[in-house]
Nanobody, 114 residues
């Protein structure tokens, strides 16, 4: 199982980024997928999740600004991040569970700064 996250970078406050997470080795369409983030010196936190059926849920801190989605044909999950704030600065990780075990991508760094 492999999860490869990409799309991070440096963006000004108020800007947008789209993260991608490509999955290999799982039956992607059957898996719930999640985005987490970890800021320096802080615990990792769940940002958003999307079920196999498309149900979504978000952390209060990103509701209305971030949108999680999935493309089952491409085995890829996305996180559209709008109206970014400095406090969104973190490494973002994608995650799923498969056969009773959790799998994590390598993380992609998002820096929001002027």
């Amino acid at each position: 199982v492999q999860l490869q996250a990409s799309g991070g970078g440096l963006v000004r406050p108020g800007g947008s980024l789209r993260l991608s997470c490509k999955a290999r080795g799982i039956n992607f369409r059957l898996n719930a997928m999640r985005w987490h983030r970890q800021a320096p010196g802080k615990q990792r936190e769940l940002v958003a999740l999307i079920s196999s059926g498309g149900y979504t849920n978000y952390a209060d801190s990103v509701k209305g600004r971030f949108t999680i989605s999935r493309d089952n044909a491409r085995n890829t999950m996305y996180l559209q991040m709008n109206s970014l704030k400095p406090e969104d600065t973190a490494s973002y990780f994608c995650n799923t569970d498969y056969k009773g075990r959790g799998y994590w991508g390598q993380g992609t760094l998002v820096t929001v700064s002027s």
